[in-house]
């Protein structure tokens, strides 16, 4: 039997161990435990849940006085210029975010009763019902933004996902390329995503709580400890070996600005011309970090890499990106390239080299779709 190890504050429970209420020689994956002392976290998570109470309910009781004032508005806008109605839009999507979030938390608590509350335990089913949460709430997120802006989101290499183990490397331009994951790769071929998220995302008590249910690694970044949260993120890829294991992670590891590609370009420069020539023709993409994902390639041997891009969510950074309007009716294209893992190189830094020419190779895919942005594809609807 192995030992579990301490990482920093983080106990991590190692592969083999039965945790508290689970079934002997049910082997779970290691969980993460939160950074910092417990009473801030519930604290934190306290304020959150009545914020979010709090401002639904507001929302609710005052949206017919809102939406007859943006209705206004929006109805000036549309005999000018035929703007389309986009404050009745962003007040309908800010209810359904919220909206969203306490259905979650709804959720939460029935997947915590059913797994013997406060005397149930990590275990096999109550990992897989959170999955299950965790794809109706990401995928709950976006389906309201898809239907009030009317966007379609068209999927080329669909047929590539097949099953795990999967490390997928994806894109990261828009709040809403968040749910995307969940939206083309967990809900069509039932596949359970570990994720690498920032840790600003435990703002949301859905993920503060949940997502410490199922392996989840919350990235703190500008610590200076970057080898102490890679080797947090390599956690995820332990025992990643079924056929329906997958982990998740931003290579760029923040979302892409043109004003962040220059700056890290520049940088790049002054650090190694090596590095300057890999990330020099990059531009749409951020320059990848390679740390996490060689760390989850190196734990997890036998998992095979999807590469995920997509272009039409570009401007999309924040909710008032929404209010132009130029968001409604469009066509979101997706691509996933696979490959299986004896395609890749074994040795650390040609693993690195390998995800900087991916990389590239993905930010001519993007450049070859905004410049042909009618282009007849196969595609599939997600």
Sequence with gaps: MESGRATGS????????????????EALSPLLAPEGPAIRRRGRIAVAIGCELA?????????PILLAAVGVVDLALWLRRRKPWMGVRIVVLVWWFLAVEL??????????????????????????????????????????FRRLCRVRFEVEGDELVG???????????S????????????????????????SDLEALPTLDVGARWVPTCFVRRGTGDSTRQIERVRTLATGLDGERDGVMIYPEGTRF??????????????????LAERVGGLRHLLPPRPGGPVALLEEAPHAAVLVCGHVGLEDVHGLLDLWSGAVVGRRVRIRIWRHERHELPLDRDELAAWLYERWQALDDWIDAQLADPHGRREAVRA
């Design 55 to 63: 401002l639904w309910a507001c929302l609710t009781v005052l949206a």
């Design 175 to 198: 709040v809403v390329d968040n749910g995307l994951p969940a939206l083309v790769l967990s809900r069509p071929h039932r596949l359970d995503l570990r994720y690498v998220l920032k």
């Design 257 to 274: 600005t043109a004003r962040k590609l220059a700056a890290q370009q520049a940088r790049a420069a002054a650090e190694s011309p090596k």
């Design 103 to 144: 259905r979650g938390l709804a959720g939460i608590v029935a997947v915590w009763l059913s797994a013997g509350g406060p005397w149930g335990r990590d275990s096999a089913t109550r990992r897989r019902r959170t999955y299950a949460l965790q794809v109706a709430w990401a995928t709950g997120h976006i389906a309201c």
């Design 163 to 173: 099953r795990g183990p999967l490390v997928v490397l994806t894109r990261h331009a």
């Design 10 to 25: 983080s106990l991590i429970v190692g592969r083999g161990l039965e945790p508290p209420g689970t079934q002997a020689g």
